[in-house]
T-cell receptor, first 113, second 112 residues
Framework: ETGVTQTPRHLVMGMTNKKSLKCEQH?????MYWYKQSAKKPLELMFV???????ENNSVPSRFSPECPNSSHLFLHLHTLQPEDSALYLC????????????FGPGTRLTVL | KQEVTQIPAALSVPEGENLVLNCSFT??????LQWFRQDPGKGLTSLLL?????REQTSGRLNASLDKSSGRSTLYIAASQPGDSATYLC???????????FGKGTKLSVIP
């Protein structure tokens, strides 16, 4: 595997389910990101893990919970989501910080029923 | 708060034509600017990154320019091909911010 991979590629879940999205980067990078892409809106940064520091967008609801066990893996844990959370969730990585070129995974298309 | 605008929202051109995509940003205190390509339902592919101290970057048929003082960048695509059809996104990294700020993109269709 090369680059940034994400699993699953598609996910359908009910509002009471708990699921997790996984991201793995094979680029030797030290920073990883979660983005949300909704229809007709710009990409929205959700979380950043950069050099072991976590930064989050304060507008992200607590039903989204990130986990970064090491510099190569990033998870997004989902629970009690709402239909408006349906979107494409993109993971990205960069060498050290948000100032470096970012490389994106293919995304997980999430549908909340 | 940084805002990024991309005009036009959609563009359709015949194959072989040269074209320019525009990006503007409100806060000129940027660290760098990045152009991405996104195919339908897919992730983003990085095309070019321009540091704030640079004026342009080139990769193959693509040339991106940056005028930081006026808050503008352009992406020039030479001799367009149907395979260039995609949405092109512009994003800026703010000097005082921890994130990239994205525009909504320009959807390009190159007609054979």
């Amino acid at each position: 595997e090369t680059g940034v991979t994400q699993t699953p590629r598609h996910l359908v879940m009910g509002m009471t389910n708990k699921k997790s999205l996984k991201c793995e980067q094979h680029l030797g990078h030290n920073a990883m990101y979660w983005y949300k892409q909704s229809a007709k809106k710009p990409l929205e940064l959700m979380f950043v893990y950069s050099l072991e520091e976590r930064v989050e967008n304060n507008s992200v609801p607590s039903r989204f919970s990130p986990e970064c066990p090491n510099s190569s893996h990033l998870f997004l844990h989902l629970h009690t989501l709402q239909p408006e959370d349906s979107a494409l969730y993109l993971c990205a990585s960069s060498q050290y910080t948000w100032r470096d070129e970012q490389f994106f995974g293919p995304g997980t298309r999430l549908t909340v029923l | 708060k940084q805002e990024v605008t991309q005009i036009p929202a959609a563009l359709s051109v015949p194959e072989g034509e040269n074209l320019v995509l525009n990006c503007s940003f409100t806060d000129s205190a940027i660290y760098n600017l990045q152009w991405f390509r996104q195919d339908p339902g897919k992730g983003l592919t990085s095309l070019l990154l321009i540091q704030s101290s640079q004026r342009e970057q080139t990769s193959g048929r693509l040339n991106a320019s940056l005028d930081k003082s006026s808050g503008r960048s352009t992406l020039y695509i030479a001799a367009s091909q149907p395979g260039d059809s995609a949405t092109y996104l512009c994003a800026v990294s703010g000097a005082g911010s921890y994130q990239l700020t994205f525009g909504k993109g320009t959807k390009l269709s190159v007609i054979p």
